[in-house]
T-cell receptor
Framework: GQNIDQPTEMTATEGAIVQINCTYQTSGFNGLFWYQQHAGEAPTFLSYNVLDGLEEKGRFSSFLSRSKGYSYLLLKELQMKDSASYLC?????????????FGGGTRLMVKP | NAGVTQTPKFRVLKTGQSMTLLCAQDMNHEYMYWYRQDPGMGLRLIHY???????AKGEVPDGYNVSRLKKQNFLLGLESAAPSQTSVYFC??????????FGPGTRLTVT
């Protein structure tokens, strides 16, 4: 089984940097995804990590440490439109169906 | 290219009624999924399919049935709705083990 933890809410200031953490305990591991979800909308894919290290994509970066069961999503130069929920999801190793287990999501509020 | 679409967008049911939610994708994806999302609990997988004619149970399958008769469609059925099934339902699809693409969701209320 999987257990995924992330903070419920965070607040940050426009133009700043924010780091959203995700920790997981799994019986097996085959990748970690980050999704963004604006209120009332569908989740959209942000990043994928399967090896240790940092993946950078524009203002967003995601880091993974498999030995520590830990990931973070880093958002730079925050904009008001970044106010959303950020969902961490883990794929199990023994998983022919590409099933993901999601954390509860972190609601980020960006203030002027 | 519409991506993943869901119908209906909203629905109110009385306890014991039945309904079917339709998901359609035009990306030729093999894999399709049904999730429910409840406050504070994140997305939970109900059922999924790895190809036309195949379905499998996810984390919370009780009270739901699914069918995948055509590759582009994935139907979720509630045979006898209960208030505990009040939720937002999301369909998703993926090309194998790549990222999942989500539909806009169906907001279901069971009274």
């Amino acid at each position: 089984g999987q257990n995924i933890d992330q903070p419920t809410e965070m607040t940050a200031t426009e133009g700043a940097i924010v780091q959203i953490n995700c920790t997981y305990q799994t019986s097996g591991f085959n990748g970690l995804f980050w999704y963004q979800q604006h209120a009332g909308e569908a989740p959209t894919f942000l990043s994928y990590n399967v090896l240790d290290g940092l993946e950078e994509k524009g203002r967003f970066s995601s880091f993974l440490s498999r030995s520590k069961g830990y990931s973070y999503l880093l958002l730079k130069e925050l904009q008001m439109k970044d106010s959303a929920s950020y969902l961490c999801a883990v794929r199990d190793a023994d998983n022919a169906g590409n099933m993901l287990t999601f954390g509860g999501g972190t609601r980020l509020m960006v203030k002027p | 290219n519409a991506g993943v679409t869901q119908t209906p967008k909203f629905r109110v049911l009385k306890t014991g009624q039945s309904m079917t939610l339709l998901c359609a994708q035009d990306m030729n994806h093999e894999y399709m999924y049904w999730y429910r999302q409840d406050p504070g609990m994140g997305l939970r997988l109900i059922h999924y399919s790895v190809g036309e004619g195949t379905t499998a149970k996810g984390e919370v399958p009780d009270g739901y049935n699914v069918s995948r008769l055509k590759k582009q469609n994935f139907l979720l059925g509630l045979e006898s709705a209960a208030p505990s099934q009040t939720s937002v339902y999301f369909c998703a699809s993926s090309l194998g083990t790549d990222e999942q693409y989500f539909g806009p969701g169906t907001r279901l209320t069971v009274t």
